[in-house]
Every structure is written in C-alpha cells, then in structure tokens.
C-alpha cells in the first residue's frame, strides 16, 4: 500500500494505480470520460486534471490528467484547487461545443454519464453562438441506435468494441475535431456484445433501441436484481419494469462473474416477458371439443386438484429453465421417484457428468473474473461466443492479457491502455480451439482445428497423454495430430495458470472424457488451473443436483400405461424430442397440466393450464455453470397493472395444488419457507439458504427500494382503471418494497442492489460507489453461493477413446450448433432477436460442396429418420470433410451425431441423394 495526499487528508491506497483510479476508489469525486475501469487509460478527454505538488513545501503545483499520472508514494494532489476546477469547467465547456443539448428528448436523459459530469464540474452556460458541426446517423440494426451529434469523442466505443471485444465492424473516422464514430456504411453492427456501447458510452450517441419505442426515464422505472435467463453462465442485470412491461435491462456489477458487460442475448433478448399472448389466466380444455374455459384461481385449483387426485399415478417433468424451488415443489407433488428433471437422456448424461468432472477432476472452476488470468486455453468442442457468450469474452481477455505481461516486464503500468495494446500488438497468451467449424475466438487463437466431434475428443486424449504418460494413449494418432497435441500439451505445462474448457453443446461425452482427462493430468502435475464447462440451460446444473429421470423415461412411463397423469413444468417438450414422440405419450395422459409463461405448443395440449411467473414476475434460484447458487427477484407484482391476470410463481401454484391434492388447508407459502424445503431435502443444495438475505432483512429499519427516490406517477399509473390509488402491492416473500419508499443507498454494504444511484452518480459508472475499489468486489460481498469444488479422492481417467472419424458414402454426420441469437427457447421469441438471428442454413463442407455441386443458397432437402426439412445451403470453408451443420433451434428433433443425406430439393420427385443414386430411409 501506499500513502498519498488528497487535499490535505492522507489515504492510503494501492500503489499500482493510477491516482484517478486511486481517488475513486476513495470514494472521492473526480469527473473523467474516456477512463473505464475495465479498459484502462488514454487520457483522451483531458477532464481528469487535479494539481499535483511536487513536495509538502511546492504551493504552485502542476496540473495533471489524473488517470495517466501514476499513483507514487506520498503523492500529493489537489481537486479542489481552483485552476484545477476552472480547467475542468474549461474541458467540459469545449466537449460539448459541438453537443446539441438535447437532454429533454435523449434517451440516456436521467442515467447520462455526461449529465452526471457537467454538473459535477459546474459548467451551466453555454457560450458558442456559431453554427454546430453536424453528422447523419447511421442505422445500426436492431439493438443501438445512433445519434452522432451527441459525441464528445472519448473513444470508448471503439476501445471497448474493437480492442476489448474484438468487434471489427466500428471504427473512428476523420481528424482533430472532425471524428465520426460508426460503420463504414449503414447495417447491422457485428459484435455479439454491441449492446455494452449503450452503457460504455457517457453520452448519448449509442442508445438502446429495444427501449425506444417505449420509452421511460430510469428514475420512473422499478427494478429488482436478477439473473439472466438466456444462459447458464448467470450473469447479474437489472430489469426495469414500466406499466407492467419490462422496458430495458442494465448490467448488474458483480465482482466475480460479468462485472462490466453483458452479452446481446441477455440485455435484449427479454421481449418474450412482454408478449400479448402470453398465458395470464388459468384455463381448462377438459376432454372433449376445443373451446378453452377460462377460470379463477381458486376453480383452477379445486379442477386440478381433483383431476390429479383421480390418477393412479402422476408423472412430473421439471425444466432447467425454472427455478430450483419450482422444481423442488414438483417433486414434492410427485414424489421423488415419479420426478423428470425435463431434460433428455444425453443432455442429462452430460450435465450429470459434468458435475462428477467438476468434483473429481482435480482442478476448480474458476470465476469469469479468474478465467481472465489464465496464461493458456484450451477449448474442445465449444464455440463460447455462441453458447456462452460472456464466458467467450473472459477467454478473449485471458488471451490478451500476454500484453499485460510484457508490459509488466518493461515497467509499463498495466493501465497504460494505449501503451500496452501497441507493445502487445499480435502477443497472446496461448489459446487452442478444437471444434467442427470456425469460432468466434478465432482471430485470437494460437491454433484451431476444424474437426469432427469424435475426432475432437481424440485430440483431447491425445493431449492428456501427453501430459501424464499414465492417461490412456491414442493409438492410432497420425503423426500430424500427434505433433500438435504434443505442442498443445507442452503450452498448457509451461503455463502458470492453464485453463481447460469444454461443455455439451454437441452431445458429445466423448469430448467431455477428453476435457476431464486434460484436467486431472494438469492436477496431477500439481498445476494451479482451472476447469469450465458449458451447460446449455439457465439451471441445469441446480436440477442436476436436485436430482431425476430423464424426459424419454416420464413420456415412457405415460405411454406405457404405468401413469396416467403429467405435470409439465416450464418446458415446451416439443422442443426436446421430435413431435411424434410427444404425442403420442401426451395423448396416453388422461390429466395434463401445464405451467408456463409461454404458449407453448406443449401447453396448447394441457387439459388444465396454469399462467406461471417469468423471471420479471417471481423469485427464485438458479445455479450456474460455475455452480454459484445465485437468487433472482420479482421485478413487478402483474397484477397491479392488470388486475385480470391470475400469474404466480410456478412454486406457489404447485404447492397449492399440493394442498389441494392432500385436502389440507391452508395454502400459503412464502419464498423463505419453499428455499429452506429445497435445502433440507437435498444436501447438495444445503447452502443456497444462505444464497440472499431473508425476507425480514432492513437497512435502518426499512426494506430496500425497488424503485428511485424520484420515481413519479404512481399515483396516476392506474387511472384509466380506478381514480381511487390503490394499496402498493405488498411483498412478503423479499427483503424489498414495489415502491420508492426504502432504502437505495449505498453507505450501508447490501448484496442485492437493484439499481445503482448514488449523489451526484445517475450513470452505470455509479457502481464505483458500491464497490470495495473501483473494479473490485462489491462491499457487502459478491451475491452467491458456491455449491460444487473439488473433492479430495483419487483421479480416475476417462478410457473410452472413440475411433476416427471416417465419412459414409453419400451420408454425413449431422452436427448441431449453438447460436445466440434464436437458439435459445424464451428470447427466439423476442422480436428483436428475431430480426438479429442469421438466416436458417444448413452449412456444407467447401470439399464436399465442390464434389456433389452444391452452390450457396440452392435449397436442399435433409433427410433424418425423424423427419425431412429443405432447407439453403451454405457453403463453409472451414467446416469438417464429411460433416454438415444446422444452428440450434431450426429443428428440436435434430441431435448432433444423427447420419443424414442431402437431396436436391428442386428434384421433388425423386429419391435420389447428393451423389444422386437412389435411397431409402436415412442410415442410424
């Protein structure tokens, strides 16, 4: 630590930062634009400045831009000096000569960066009388908008988009005070995480689009913490909800996991909680003709009731989508021997294993935070930007942290962005992808190797050999492979801190062997690494640990008589299984009930269906890829918008039909109670009691606020329906109030922050005031409990080594890719994902294009055994021979490692293949 001197007052702080970032981590205000926490400094804006003195007896001073001035020890400086005020006051008012002052109609009005600046620095007059320099705003897609006029030109969107991550469609254009940041032209911007511009931006140039054709002022907007649905890495935001309507969603800080940024999935793929036809009411189809009967709570309830009371057995099928207490009252409805985990048996058996691997290997799973401090990758079988995007982003910067590396080693402070990105230049730290086709990682990979999924499992034992000798040797290696796993093997043993990811995207469990081996051999050589896997599902790995069948052996036990009631919760089983196979064990069930907060195809068949709480309305825990237990919140009670709606958390209407079931009176449940049930019935959840603080937790005495101190027209919100307000909704299931009244401060460390407001701090930059240091942990500790390490044992490798892969004679292997955008059930249904996802394609090989013909965009008919889909070719040069790909979600019935055919589409007639001979049914 080091002491330095601030205005007189000694602090002690840490001496490898600069003073800008020591000062706010003091919690002292200093205005800046172009430093970021998480990009370092450029001193590009100039609005920095402090007077620093040379010793205790210099009173003329210096003035300095604060975060390019190294923190020494008993430094001393001055921010209230006056020619340092006057300087700033001075930068601000040149910055926003060319700014059009348009606060009253900017959407980034009420959380603008700028906004927080100028009156910090006290500039309140505008003095330019000549004419503005102008732009043309360009269209940018579906996420950003674009108001170019707005710039102060700090260039942080380019520093975040091209250099942190790896964006290569946005850049600066022009000279001196001429600079356009955009597109070369109009379209769609490129990078999976461009949604990040609307908070990395202090002004408002880059807004988010989603919002703006309903838009609301972050003062009038409530919120609650939550955790992202669209994955598993549960990464923390804040909805904010308006009318009842979820009407955009920041980035939550936490230390551990997404700190800074989001992906594009997870800030705008949250349209699905605001569709029209979602279920509000519960409704009964009985068993005859097709009308729908609306009904009431209580009815619903007394129907369901009796209908499960008359089944001889009742089968119930959880989802990993859901929370763990959803799951958990199921399988107390059911009981624990006729519970589904709703998850099919080889993506079970792959998430059960990855839990075994988690424990056993030798190796913990770090933290994303950790995951950027790791000195060599390796990553078999996963495309992270698409399946796990911000964990993609983590990878990307442990790659680029070689520059930090040498920077270090020559004596340049590692928050020397400019410094150290053009001493780095094209270093990076070792990072290997394995994988059927090109990555997103790519461009800063050591190496990548398109192969077949078996192939790619290979060359993960082949790695893992290379390591321990004593793992199971690949035999049968040509002597290519073997060279670059050697090399691959030598890279992660020379490293401090090696990293092994993998995950289940393609089915494969080959491949998960091969990672869990590359990770015991590293823990046997007593290696500080770390393993990641990559689960498909927000909750997979909390219903894996809540324990299950799988979805094949509910719909068997139905379809063979053994049941004759289901009980499906959260989960559009068509999306899991091909459609034959559904219906005919749904139609075996006497008494369906479906709870959802979709119209699902699934819930178009219940007899009885109940309107479940999204993650906007409801409270629950979901676990992690990481196995962090980690607490989502009610954002907004849906009944005080629309009183005509009867949803509720599916925990709540499962333990009430459980009720009824047992003719016990007295149905009330509170979220504490239902957790606490969770934890003492499975001892692998035991912790995720101390997951978030209980109900009856105060900060002097009162609840903590949903909405800001200034949020406006409650009284009015419900006019339309009833003048008389009505009482706020109230919550007895959280430590938080729907209203304003409560507390939303930041001098009392809390875990759960809903929004981050602090004096003068209306901007995301506001989390610095509830961090230990700026770029830190939250002061309270990061929300979260850890629920899977490694356990002390004996590590046993993996032994089944798959054969090479070899294509068949007019048949290829059928792979199924992760995609962000659409591949994910509940945001495909967002409109603006919808209009993001790339065209349905099936890809070919470019040798394989070559030899049967194949052009881009020529439909072709593929042929399965469950099912023939015609579909555009694309042709890919850097997919596997003998392979051929689909993204996820253009066909539940399709599973990677399926043999196909490909027929030509404009030859309906006939049965002939690629190779044009004739064919029957497709070969298994």
Known sequence: ????????????????????????????????????????????????????????????????????????????????????????????????????????????????????????????????????????????????????????????????????????????????????????????????????????????????????????????????????????????????ERYGDIRRIENRYHGEVNRYFLCDRGRFGYGYVNREDRPRQPEWHGHSGDERLTLEVDAALDRGSDALRDAYRIIGIGSPRASLESNHALKLLVGANNFATGMTAAEQACVSYMVTLNRTCGLPTPTLREVESHDAVLVLGEDLIQSAARLGLAVRQAALGKREELAVERGIPVWNAEAVKTLGQDHYHPLYTAYPIATGLDAVATGHWSLAPSDIARLGFAIAHAIDPSAPAVTDLDATMQADATRIAVSLMQARRPLVVSGGSLGSMAILEAAGNVARALARRAHAGGLVLVRREVNSTGVDLLGGETLEWALAEVREHRADAVVVLENDLYQRLPPELVDTALHHARTLVVLDHQRTPTLARAHLSLPAASFAEGDGTLVSLEGRAQRFFQVFDPRYIRPETR??????????????????????????????????????????????????????????????????????????????????PQDVDTAFAFSMEGYNGFERPRRDVAFAWAPGWNSPQAWNKFTDEVGGHLRAGDPGVRLLSPQPGAYRYGNAVPSVYTAKDNHWQLVVLPRLFGGEETSARAAPIIERSAPVVISVPASDADRFGFRDGEPVTLVTDVGDWVLPVQVSPTLASGLVAVAMGVAPALTSGQWVRLRRSDSPGTASDAAGQPSGGASS
């Open 1 to 240: 630590m080091t002491t330095i001197h601030v205005d007189g007052q000694s602090y002690q702080v840490v001496g490898a930062d600069n003073l800008l970032h020591a000062c706010l981590s003091l919690g002292l205000d200093v205005p800046y634009f172009c430093w970021h926490p998480a990009m370092g400094s450029v001193g590009a804006c100039r609005q920095c400045a402090v007077k620093q003195y040379r010793d205790a007896d210099d009173t003329q001073g210096t003035l300095v831009m604060s975060c390019m001035a190294p923190v020494t020890d008993n430094a001393r400086i001055a921010i209230s000096d006056e020619e340092a005020v006057t300087f700033r006051q001075s930068v601000i008012e040149w910055l926003m000569i060319n700014h059009p002052h348009d606060c009253p109609v900017c959407e980034e009005g009420g959380h603008c960066h700028l906004q927080d600046m100028t009156v910090m620095t006290g500039h309140d007059r505008r003095r330019y009388r000549f004419h503005k320099r102008t732009h043309r705003n360009q269209d940018l897609g579906p996420f950003v908008a674009h108001e170019m006029n707005r710039c102060i030109t700090c260039y942080r969107c380019v520093r975040f988009y091209n250099d942190y991550a790896g964006g290569q469609d946005l850049g600066a254009f022009g000279a001196n005070d001429n600079v356009y940041f955009g597109r070369y032209k109009d379209g769609t911007l490129e990078s999976e995480f461009a949604g990040n511009l609307t908070e990395v931006c202090p002004t408002g140039v880059f807004t988010d689009q989603t919002h703006s054709e309903r838009y609301t002022r972050k003062w009038d907007l409530q919120f609650a913490p939550s955790i992202c649905h669209q994955c598993a890495v549960g990464c923390n935001i804040s909805p904010g």
């Open 647 to 728: 949803i509720h958390e599916s925990w709540r209407w499962l333990h009430a039909l459980r009720a009824g079931l047992r003719r016990e009176s007295g149905s009330e449940i509170t979220l504490d109670a239902i957790t606490l049930s969770c934890a003492q019935h499975n001892p692998a959840l035991a912790k995720i009691v101390d997951v978030a603080e209980p109900a009856d937790f105060r900060v002097s005495g009162v609840k903590l606020a949903r909405e800001p101190h200034r949020y406006s027209g409650r009284t009015s919100m419900r006019a339309n329906l009833n003048v008389s307000e009505p009482r706020t």
